[in-house]
């Protein structure tokens, strides 16, 4: 019997939550940790601004207080890694952030890392995280897609769009690994790693995949 | 007549503020923009977890709010850069870090630059900064004084434990530069560099004259 | 129903085989994916020169082409990832190395990993890994036990090396995760991290989890 | 009373002197340190080759050990910082270099700085500084608008051809603040801001204002 | 009296051989080491797989074993390096790699080096040797030909195509030296030295100036 | 027939003059370019300070315009590369400094440079010359043996303290390669190396031997 995992959604965003949820569902097991989606009810409908990162950040306190007796792991659903330092610190159960996790991923799956993002107007903080992380000398580029929310409810012109903006990260960029720099877009990986010829990370897999190995590895000796 | 700078000790503790204040006596003049130092009265004791950064963050944006419409530029009082980037995008306002800031002066003072931080705990979150910020090539080391209350209480005890530290930086991690790595210890910078015979950045005091350089130069062509 | 994972001890050495078949023991699920452990018998006593890596660089490609019908992944147990490039070209699942597995997992649980490294004639080698990685920035330090094949079967003896090694690199260059550069060695884990207080990385363990979680997405849509 | 500061315009071109002071007047307060600007009569017209650089290098020698007496601090009013070492190993007072403080104001205000530069000859000498100044994680680019005399008389002409310059650097390079790398050229500053919305960093000002806070500092519990 | 440089092409192919010697002639002085080229005949049609790298790495160390007590120094006359940390462990001769010693050569030519490569799919390899060596802040870029057996035929061809991506190099990417990413195309280094205006490497050259420097420096009180 | 090799000792004095006379001799053939030694006998006693490479700059410009008709090349002999810039700007021909030399050959021989310094006034100058190289990822340390004239007249108190240095660049700070950060004391070259068992590089050696192959190369198809 293991404790579960919990993916958090930090915006409000019930329809992401459930593109999370579903995206997951390779990772559970018959006989292993439970998955559970949560969503930030009372959260922003996005996490763009840095506003909406510290506006869900002593929401994301509080709702790991509550659940941490039962809980295996932590994985917040959102790029941004928002609050993660504070998570780490007040959480006596691993904490994983999906930026963090799909650049690590990443790592592992090509040499040079590409960044398909929904905004260009985030490159600076995404930048700071990579920079953080010590990991530029791999970092090929990032690029956003700017859709307008109309667009996004078009999924053939949100694939298209994508699709653009990958081959221009591993064309003009020489990317060999991308990753789609937000959650909730999972039911376009496939397609673009099936188009564009190299690997596509979708970064909640890429957290929740950690965390599973962190809970199973934790039960270690118990 | 120039607009002021704020410069806010995010935690309640008026003596640190009065540290600060008197620290920037030197940058105050006459034709010149005034200097004020608030207390974010209603902060924690110390600014130091990741829990304490959280807290401030909020505070902060309303204080920043409050001010700004009768601000030249904001200065945050504490090492660790609370809510920068939050700060940064709120405010009409130029805001500066004084982690930042005092490592920027130190790029020009030296070549390799060493930290003389309170607590050896908050070194993790420091190199993520400093990687942030893409310095690291030019980082000799941090050390921690690991000063309890008590000691800091005596100005002697607190001296020698910051030239041992800073005897350490300098001959063992070959920094010719140091920075103190906190607010509030102004009263100590001379002794520092006059026993250590390297320059010592108090980051208040380089905040500051960043700061001013900024408002100078924002009233340009008005 | 998965393919296994197959997970090979490049040595001869049916113990080193025996003690990562215990370590991967809590990622064993009875609904998950089967992990096989298995010991290149034509190889060396041990893998370290670039003598040692050379030869068992054809045996790893056969066996990989041998077993690649039944498999999910493969993972190589021997730190310096012998023949990692060559076999992900061959191979038609994915492969993992220890070595690269343990620096990503550090990346995610401290900011500076350290490496108990077993023998310092290879720090050269392992420097040029990091360096290809693009990591070295994360990296605080290498240092090596040096214990003869006596002392390494006295366990006390090596627990009491491990922990003096482990010491230096959390002390004295600042570690806050430690790896530990050698397969085969997983008894020893809990033992260092309960008393060095970081998080302590098997290498085995840290791969097969990636590559755990690599088997359960490439499932995905099937 | 302050010692005034020094700005000495390496070449003999009086009216870059002339722009490089008028440039400098909001740094310029009643009771504050003055500023003198200085040109380098017997300099060459433009400082741009290594021999330019090494012909002003005495020259630059003899005028700070003739001004230290009466000097607050020293700037030199180049882009390639020339003799920035050796003026600082031979004054008693802080000497600092525009295109030091440019970079360093940059880092400050953005994530990415780009460089407008004169000529794209001094690329090679431009980088090297970057790399021993250990930014290079932050340079985003440096593009040259190669103007001829004839056209950098045409205000017109030069203000659009930088205004190209700059939207590459921010469009294909990403660069999110953009430096002016040359003296004398302040006139354009605002409207490159106004019409690239990204900050634009005038190298003089940048240092002038490092310069005023040392100074003010430097008196501390005079 | 000097032992001999073995030149050792690890291909089958004579007229890579050939074209090999033919480049060398310059660095063969009549009281100077004599300057002997090898054909792996055993070897594959080329070296560009991670097969085939594997297929000649212990061909290589036999030839190097065989051929050692008659050897001043080794160049391997492939761009990857092919089994260098091996051949270097195993010979009591000092041991060049074409790759690494044309990026040491580049290194005192320019500040940004530009490799000129044969195929893109070798990027990958290659950066991770770069990176290895620790030399990406000097790195342009990495363009590829991508000709096909019948263009190499043509020397016309052949070139235009070089010059095209030469100038990508040196224009797009900003590279000021550019290196021949191939071993066997002397022939066309100076016509792209003539024609791009920068100095262009040859590797073969680059790494046995090298060797012959060590020969004769290793004569030293003989 | 070749054009000679002049290697310039940028100061006054002869016997360093007649150590990298005599250190050169292995590079000299019966049938290879000749290398003549010149002293700057207008130069200083020795070269340390800024004001010492200020003061040979325009001498050093002198002597390469006076024989550049007659130059294949040249080396300037002091460690740090005194007006490197400058003079390849103005020759026609390959200018070589001793410190980029020797950093590039030790890249070729091992994995983490240390340099064996005269004094520790130079660390930052040094430290700035390996940033603009991008070499400092494969830096391992600088130590000085801070000797007064006295002790470097007692050949046997000479070696001692650069041993003791080697040991702790060895032993310390895991460098596998040694620079002997100074000319014109390659006769303690071969004990060193003997007895720290690592390769210890002489720079005016590595300089004349790469500027050896330029030489020879230049040549071709003449």
């Known amino acids: 019997m293991y404790l579960p995992l919990w ?3 930090p915006n409000s965003n019930a329809a992401v ?3 999370i949820d579903s995206a ?3 990772l559970r097991m018959a006989g292993g940790p439970p998955i559970n989606c949560l969503t930030l009810t009372e959260g922003p409908a996005a996490v763009q601004s840095q506003q909406d990162l510290a506006q869900v950040t002593p929401m994301l306190g509080r709702l790991i207080s ?3 007796a039962n809980a295996g792991a932590f994985v917040i659903g959102c790029f941004s890694d928002p609050a993660l330092a504070l998570l780490r610190e007040i959480s006596r159960r691993p904490v994983f952030g999906i930026g963090e996790c799909a650049v690590l991923d990443a790592l592992s799956r ?3 890392f590409g960044v398909i993002a929904m ?3 985030v490159l600076g903080r995404h930048l700071r995280t990579y920079g953080a992380m010590g990991v530029l000398q791999r970092f090929a580029g990032e690029r956003a897609v700017e859709l307008s929310m109309t667009q996004l409810a078009d999924p053939h012109a949100t694939l298209q769009r994508m699709l653009q903006v990958g081959r221009q990260l591993r064309d003009d960029d020489q990317a060999d690994v991308l990753i789609m720099g937000c959650a909730g877009m999972a039911a376009y990986r496939q ?3 099936r188009e564009l010829h190299v690997p596509v990370i979708e970064p909640c897999q890429a957290a929740a995949a950690m965390a599973l190995g962190r809970i199973l590895l934790n039960g270690e000796g118990a």
Chains 1, 2, 3, 4, 5, 6 share one sequence.
Request: hydrophobic share 30%.
């Open 7 to 9: 993916v958090i959604n």
């Open 110 to 112: 090509g040499q040079r």
């Open 119 to 121: 905004q260009g107007s």
């Open 24 to 26: 997951l569902g390779p």
């Open 66 to 68: 509550e659940h941490q």
């Open 17 to 19: 939550t459930a593109g």
């Open 191 to 193: 397609a673009l790693e």
